[in-house]
């Protein structure tokens, strides 16, 4: 795997450092193919982010008619509400930016059926991205992660982790008494890149577990050892217990 460390002194450097590395990576894949498919994370984590690349300077410099959106995960709510990952990017990002309609694809969290939801959305994603070893592949995916260790809605002990012939599963998270949909590990480890973005000290132990190639693999965001590029994106406080690396 390829990986690099980016840390910053503060959350704001943070989120402006993730938000010019998005435009740098859209303005190469347009350059490169043509199109940039990015699949975007929810939590609390991106909003900023998105916020940044919704002002100028950075929201004249993406090639939006070139970009193209999905999400890696999603809450099993309907779109506007409170908890819906694509409901905080419609707000932040996707309403404020010249984006086609046509080329945002949301996960349908307001089906009945998680899993119908979870088929249909492995079919978009079939259907508009370009393949490798027969697996859609994104040129981004943003990620979160848990202090569980949980990234996308990839959770500890859950039957979503060993989905390894379905691109996008429902998952029900018993801790969490809910359903969710995520895509599975092909999919990120079939992306060109991955961005894990982390802020604030809670963050800390989960990272420092992350980074250490010789600790032995308890979490999910420790199966992204399989992913072909990964950038970890750290505040000071999420960075504070990498005292070997910095
Ligand atoms: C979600 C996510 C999830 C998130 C982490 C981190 O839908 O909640 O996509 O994987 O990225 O839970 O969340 P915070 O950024 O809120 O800490």
Redesign the pocket.
């Known amino acids: 795997m390829n990986q690099h460390l980016h840390v910053f002194a503060s959350r704001p450097e943070l989120n402006r450092g993730v938000a010019e590395a998005v435009v740098r990576l859209a303005q190469q894949s347009v350059t490169a193919h043509g199109a940039f498919h990015i699949a975007l994370?929810?939590?609390?984590?991106?909003r900023d982010i998105y916020a940044y690349l919704a002002q100028e300077p950075l929201r004249e410099a993406m090639p939006w008619p070139k970009v193209h959106v999905y999400f890696?995960?999603e809450?099993t709510v309907p779109p506007h509400h409170e908890q819906s990952?694509f409901g905080m990017a419609h707000a932040a990002l996707l309403s404020r930016v010249p984006i086609p309609a046509q080329q945002i694809h949301r996960m349908q969290g307001e089906d009945s059926d998680p899993q119908t939801a979870a088929v249909r959305y492995e079919q978009t994603l079939r259907s508009h991205l370009p393949s490798v070893n027969r697996w859609p592949r994104l040129d981004l995916v943003l990620?979160?992660?848990?202090t569980d260790g949980?990234?996308?809605?990839l959770f500890p002990d859950t039957k979503a982790l060993h989905v390894m012939n379905r691109a996008v599963t429902a998952v029900h998270v018993a801790k969490l008494n809910t359903w969710r949909i995520t895509v599975t590990f092909p999919v990120l480890n079939h992306a060109k890149e991955i961005f894990v973005i982390a802020a604030g000290e809670e963050k800390a132990p989960i990272i420092k577990t992350a980074l250490d190639v010789n600790a032995s693999v308890h979490y999910p965001v420790q199966q992204l050892r399989d992913a072909s590029h990964v950038e970890w994106f750290l505040d000071a406080g999420a960075a504070a217990q990498l005292t070997d690396i910095i």
């Open positions: 994370a929810g939590g609390s984590t991106p890696g995960d809450r990952n990620l979160g992660v848990g949980h990234i996308a809605s």
